[in-house]
């Protein structure tokens, strides 16, 4: 008897939807399943928010320049590539924080702000005396009883208060999620704090004795933090894209509609073309979704997530144009601070390999909630206002040589509180009315390259199993 032949269609060529083809063509071939696989993708390249340029022997990330290399989702696909030779370290190096026009530097051991070493937290001058008295008391504090979801600034202030969350906290974590901490999910960004206060009543006790200082430092001593290729972040989506050899690849198609027809469903492209598949992977954001499933009813309550529109701004300037430099990796910004920038860093030491010998290059980060409009700027306005930030804490005595400045519109999807539990509903109202249709990527399940390489997988997987279970469930009524 033959094989039946399972139609699958991956909508997203970023890379949770390159994930999802990729494991979808793998698993096929390890379990003997026949999957035809088509990857639709409206823009005309793949990638995503992963974009790489090569200029005048820079290499410059227009999106995100790395991925954490202490998550190993994409070291062991780089393995399965054949790509892992290419993989290189950050530098290891301190980061900042600029408060006020003034550096300072993190103090040792913290953990997104968080203090766990009294000696270097105690010596440092981003907070006061009092506030320094205020942030110790969270070990006299009584442990939250709350069980439900709440504000990550509550949580924050209430053990450590005003001064050090503003100084040295809400940067660190606008500078991850570019947004605003008195409205993000405490559960859906850092759930660690919570079961370490929960754990030994002190937070900064908890994060010490757990060791989750060595998850999320900001300074590195002995090695870097992050990962990337020799060739950019865009060697990894051209290394699937031509591994994806038995994938139909649709560039510059968007689908614009989905109907159920009994156990497939029928995509409907703006080529006029239409898809039935046995299976379909959403790797979209959120708001690209809501066109496609409204009409029928579904994922509502998604409708009411934020996402943040950030820009990139890369410059570069020739040897000798910066008479003196930080020694520092990088630095965030607190809120108080007047800058532009919401957080910058100096690729040419992050990433020496990266940047050609004797250039200085910085890449920094603009657009947050409350400040979006500044991404709506014009080029040259842009550069000149964060030429103008950084001519506040560099000797800067030259013009740049390179400037390039990348607009994400919408790119960073707001875990607001609740956010776990508006995801599960979406995703078990989604399976009782199309249980062949799957949702992934950044608006869910974390952001990050490694979480979006890990919810592409875990996407495929659950097709492999649905297709799986229906083969063993013909061959048994056969």
């Not at 030491?349 to 910085?362: C, D, H, I, R, V």
Request: hydrophobic share 40%.
């Amino acid at each position: 008897m033959a094989v039946k032949a399972h139609k699958v269609v991956v909508v997203g060529g970023g890379i949770t939807g390159l994930s999802a083809a990729y494991y979808l063509q793998k698993q096929a071939v390890e379990q003997g399943l026949e999957i035809d696989i088509t990857l639709v993708e409206v823009a005309h390249r793949l990638g995503g928010k992963i974009q790489t340029l090569h200029k005048d022997g820079f290499v410059v990330e227009r999106g995100p320049d790395s991925f954490v290399s202490r998550k190993n989702s994409i070291q062991q696909l780089a393995g399965e590539l054949g790509i892992e030779d290419q993989l290189i370290q950050s530098a290891p190096g301190k980061t900042h924080v600029a408060v006020e026009n003034q550096l300072y530097s993190i103090p040792l051991g913290s953990v997104m702000g968080v203090p766990t070493n009294f000696g270097s937290f105690l010596t440092s001058g981003i907070s006061s005396w009092f506030g320094k008295a205020r942030a110790l008391g969270d070990f006299v504090l009584p442990a939250s009883t709350a069980v439900e979801d709440q504000p990550l600034g509550k949580f924050l202030r209430r053990r450590f208060g005003n001064e050090l969350v503003e100084n040295l906290i809400e940067p660190l974590f606008s500078g991850v999620f570019a947004g605003d901490i008195d409205r993000l999910s405490l559960k859906a960004t850092f759930p660690e704090l919570l079961d370490a206060q929960r754990q030994h009543r002190s937070l900064i006790r908890g994060l010490k004795k757990n060791q989750v200082a060595d998850s999320r430092p900001f300074n590195t001593i002995k090695e870097g933090l992050f990962q990337t290729f020799t060739g950019g972040l865009e060697t990894l989506v051209h290394t699937l894209e031509k591994e994806l050899e038995n994938c139909t690849i649709l560039k510059g198609v968007k689908v614009e509609n989905l109907q159920q027809q009994q156990n497939q469903v029928k995509l409907k492209l703006n080529n006029e073309a239409s898809i039935i598949a046995d299976g379909v992977i959403f790797a979209l954001p959120h708001a690209k979704l809501l066109p496609i499933f409204e009409p029928l009813g579904l994922l509502k309550g998604l409708k009411g997530m934020p996402s943040t529109s950030i820009a990139t701004v890369s410059i570069a300037f020739p040897e000798g144009a910066i008479a003196s430099e930080p020694d520092c990796m990088g630095f965030v910004v607190a809120r108080n601070s007047d800058f532009t920038i919401t957080a910058c860093s100096a690729a040419h030491l992050k990433w020496p390999s990266l940047t050609p010998a004797g250039k200085t290059m910085y890449r920094s980060f603009i657009g947050q909630v409350g400040d979006e409009a500044v991404v709506e700027l014009s080029d040259q306005e842009i550069v000149k206002a964060v030429l103008e930030d950084l001519n506040k804490l560099l000797d800067i005595q030259g013009e740049p040589e390179l400037t390039v400045v990348s607009r994400m519109k919408e790119a960073m999807p707001q875990y607001l509180v609740g956010h776990e539990e508006r995801i599960a509903s979406a995703k078990k109202e989604l399976q009782d009315a199309l249980p062949m249709v799957q949702i992934a990527g950044g608006s869910f399940e974390g952001f990050g390259l490694p979480a979006c390489v890990d919810q592409g997988k875990a996407a495929a997987n659950q097709l492999i199993e649905r297709f799986t279970a229906e083969s063993i469930s013909t061959e048994g009524n056969a």
